[in-house]
C-alpha cells in the first residue's frame, strides 16, 4: 500500500506543472489589467506604467513565467497585489473556513446520501423508492446558490433561526459553528446528497442480487448485519469513488456559496481575487486547490485499492 501510494504521489507532480502552467496562461489572457485596479480611477498612464514596471507586467511571457517558477520552486507563490500579503499566507488564513465547511457539507451528504440510498434499494419498486428517487432528482437539479438564497429568505429574514452570514470558527463555539454553517452546508451539499444517493441505491441494488447475501439471510442472520456487514461493504467500491470526487467538488464549488453567505474561505479569496485581477492571488490560489484536489483523489484511489486489493495490484503491475 505505501508503494501504491508513494507511486501515485509522484505521479501528481507533471501534473502539478501542467496545472500552473495552464493557471498562469490563463491568467494572461483575462482582460484586465492589475496596474489599472491597483493605480485607482485617478492614477495617470505615467503612475500604471511605474506599477506594471514595479509588479515585472512589462516582461516577455516567458521572463515572468520562468519567474513564476523559480519561486514556486523555492516554496513562495509571490505577494497579493491589493492585499499586500504573501499569498500562501492569505490561503493558510482563510484556508480553515473552507474545510470545514466542505467537511460539514461532506458528512450531511455521507449521512443523507447514504441513508436514501439504501432504504431505497431495500425497499425497491415501493412507494419509498420512489420518493428516495424523487427526492434525490431534485437535489441534483437545485442549483446550490439558488438553494442557498432560498434558505436565507426561509429561515434567516422569515423565521429568523440562523444568521444570514457570518462563520464561527468551531473552536470558538460548536453551537455557533452549527448557526453559521448549516445553511451553506446543505446548500452545498444538496445536490451531492441526491448524486450519492443514486450511486448507492444502484450499487446496494447489484449487490443484494448475489448469492452470498442470499445465504447470510438463509443462516437467519439479523438483516441489519446482512445489509451493513455483507451488502454495503462489497458495494462501497463504487461509492468510494464518488465520495472522492463529491469532496473535490465541494472545495472547488464553496466559491459561490462563501461569497453568498459571506464566509471569509478560500472561495471568497479566489472570487475577490479574480475580480480585481489579483494574478498572484489567482495563481496560487488555484495551484493550491489543484493540490489539495489531487491529494484527495490519492485518498480516494487508496480507499478503492483498501476495499479491492486487486486494483493495486493491476495498477503496480
Known amino acids: 500500500m505505501l ?9 501528481t507532480i507533471p501534473i502539478l506543472a501542467i496545472v500552473s502552467l495552464i493557471a498562469f496562461g490563463m491568467i494572461k489572457l483575462v482582460p484586465g489589467d492589475p496596474a489599472v485596479v491597483m493605480g485607482g480611477t485617478n492614477a495617470t498612464a ?3 506604467d511605474q506599477i506594471r514596471r514595479n509588479l515585472g507586467l512589462d516582461q516577455p511571457f516567458h521572463v515572468q513565467l520562468g519567474a513564476f517558477y523559480w519561486n514556486l520552486l523555492h516554496g513562495d507563490l509571490g505577494n497579493s497585489l491589493l492585499l499586500n500579503v504573501p ?9 480553515p473556513a473552507t474545510l470545514w465547511l466542505s467537511a460539514y457539507a461532506m458528512l450531511l451528504t455521507l449521512i443523507f446520501g447514504l441513508a436514501t440510498g439504501i432504504i431505497a434499494a431495500l425497499r425497491h419498486n415501493t412507494w419509498v423508492d420512489q420518493a428516495a428517487t424523487t427526492l434525490a432528482l431534485i437535489g441534483v437539479s437545485l442549483p446550490n446558490f439558488w438553494l442557498g438564497l432560498v434558505m436565507i429568505v426561509v429561515f434567516s429574514v422569515h423565521l429568523g433561526w440562523l444568521p444570514t ?10 453551537v455557533g ?12 451539499a444538496m445536490l451531492q446528497i441526491g448524486l450519492l444517493a443514486r450511486i448507492t441505491r444502484s450499487a446496494m441494488l447489484e ?21 451493513m456487514k455483507h451488502a454495503l461493504a462489497n458495494a462501497m467500491i463504487p461509492i468510494v469513488t464518488v465520495v472522492g470526487l463529491i469532496f473535490s467538488v465541494l472545495i472547488s464549488g464553496s ?12 472561495g471568497a479569496l479566489l ?37 479491492d486489493p486487486r486494483v493495486q495490484v493491476d495498477r503496480d503491475g
Open 3 to 11: 508503494a501504491f501510494a508513494i507511486k501515485r504521489l509522484l505521479h
Open 46 to 48: 505615467a503612475e500604471i
Open 87 to 95: 499569498v500562501t499566507s492569505a490561503i493558510i488564513e482563510r484556508l
Open 165 to 174: 452570514s457570518g462563520f464561527v470558527d468551531p473552536a470558538e463555539s460548536i
Open 177 to 188: 459553528f452549527l448557526r453559521t454553517a448549516t445553511m451553506p452546508a446543505a446548500a452545498l
Open 207 to 227: 449487490v443484494l442480487r448475489q448469492d452470498y447475501v442470499r445465504t447470510a439471510r438463509a443462516k437467519g442472520l439479523p438483516e441489519w448485519v446482512v445489509v
Open 255 to 266: 466559491i459561490v456559496i462563501e461569497t453568498i453567505f459571506t464566509i471569509p474561505g478560500m
Open 271 to 307: 472570487g475577490n481575487a479574480i475580480l480585481r485581477r489579483d494574478y498572484p492571488m489567482i495563481q496560487g490560489g488555484l495551484l493550491f486547490v489543484a493540490a489539495a484536489l489531487m491529494l484527495l483523489n490519492l485518498l480516494a484511489d487508496m480507499l478503492y485499492a483498501y476495499f
